[in-house]
């Protein structure tokens, strides 16, 4: 088995995809629609579909227990960007 990316479930896809965009520098590089897949390998769900797939409603969002981890060479220059 091999793990391939980290992937998160959003509320809001298209405000999501912005957010990675602006702040990080990502880019879409495969949409399925209710799926994305961004520049570094992060992916992107909707909530309904994940709904779908699991078969639950019984979603919670707000955990501590995660992290995702960016690396900057010219962390000033991001910052004042």
Do not use: C
Not at 8 to 14: A, G, K, P, S
Not at 33 to 54: D, M, P, R, V
């Amino acid at each position: 088995m091999k793990f391939r990316n980290p992937m998160f479930v959003v509320t809001n896809i298209e405000k999501s995809v912005e957010f990675y965009k602006k702040v990080f520098g990502l880019h879409v590089v495969t949409d399925f629609g209710a799926n994305k897949i961004l520049t570094g390998g992060l992916s992107l769900q909707t909530l309904e579909s994940w709904k779908a797939f699991i078969g639950t409603d019984n979603i919670s969002f707000g955990s501590n227990s995660s992290e995702i981890y960016f690396e900057e060479d010219h962390f000033d220059d991001f910052v004042d960007n």
